[in-house]
């Protein structure tokens, strides 16, 4: 049974930084994508970030791109996402998400490409 664990998060001042965990167990595989997403309130989910644990340059959203970084450990099956100079629109839910199966440029952001999903953690940044 696959898992993802996540912790971290909490809340910030605009301009401050925060770094979500995410803890995979359970995998057949050592090789896998793993996203984060984050939710608004009366918004969609909506992918950030993306890494492929085999390797390979990361993705991001045009939003967080430049100010988050997504990183790996393998070793500790963790992924991580660093987030820097956050902004009030920042605030969320966010969860990480992982997945089997290729994942490509063009489709990285459909959250149903992804079959397995962490517990949420919140986000909240203030002006």
């Known amino acids: 049974q696959v898992q993802l664990v996540q912790s971290g998060g909490g809340s910030v001042q605009a301009g401050g930084s925060l770094r979500l965990s995410c803890v995979a167990s359970?995998?057949?595989?050592?090789?896998?994508?793993v996203a984060w997403f984050r939710q608004a309130p009366g918004k969609e989910r909506e992918g950030v970030a993306v890494i492929y644990t085999g390797g390979g340059a990361p993705l991001y959203a045009d939003s967080v791109k430049g100010r988050f970084t997504i990183s790996q450990d393998n070793a500790e099956n963790t992924v991580y996402l660093l987030m820097s100079s956050l902004k009030p629109e920042d605030t969320a839910m966010y969860y990480c998400a992982a997945a089997v199966t290729p994942i490509y440029s063009d489709s990285w952001r459909d959250r149903y490409k992804y079959n397995y999903w962490g517990q949420g953690t919140q986000v909240t940044v203030s002006s």
């Open positions: 359970g995998y057949s595989q050592s090789r896998y994508w």
